[in-house]
């Protein structure tokens, strides 16, 4: 490159905003349809296992703690899930989404990416 042209692009630099993004400081509004982390309504949920059954990827655990109290316990692993929202269209109850403004899933390790959700005890739960 030479020198000429070389200052030229420099001395433009200074007068235009930059085309880079200042993230994480600054975040665009995400796309509705965009493909987050998994959310699991337990209030909805009537424990029938066809989520688990469905996920190709295995990342979900349904547990039946009693069915009659509604009392379940979902486990989703979100470092083996494909964002595939196969559990989404199995679901009959639509208790699952995927949430479009929960995508900054980097760790270090894998613990953050396993989520225990419990269905709380009926008489726990505040109307
Ligand atoms: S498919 Fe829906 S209702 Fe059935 S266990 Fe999964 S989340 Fe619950
Ligand atoms: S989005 Fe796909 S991979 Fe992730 S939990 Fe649902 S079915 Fe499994």
């Known amino acids: 490159m030479r020198i000429g042209s070389m200052w030229k692009d420099v001395s433009k630099s200074f007068f235009e905003r930059p085309v880079t993004e200042r993230y994480p400081f600054e975040r665009h509004a995400t796309p509705p349809r965009l493909r987050g982390l998994l959310h699991w ?9 066809l ?4 996920c190709p990827a295995e990342a979900i655990e349904v547990e039946i703690v009693d069915r009659k109290a509604k009392l379940f316990n979902f486990t989703y692993h979100a ?3 494909t964002f595939c929202a196969q559990c989404v269209q199995s679901c009959n109850k639509g208790s699952l989404s ?6 900054e899933l980097a760790a270090l390790n894998k613990t953050p990416f396993c989520f225990a959700w419990h269905s709380p ?4 739960i505040k109307e």
């Open 41 to 49: 309504d337990y209030t909805t949920c009537i424990g029938c296992g």
């Open 51 to 54: 989520c688990q059954k469905d």
């Open 79 to 81: 470092d083996r899930c």
């Open 98 to 103: 995927l949430l479009h403004d929960e995508w």
């Open 121 to 124: 005890e009926p008489e726990n």
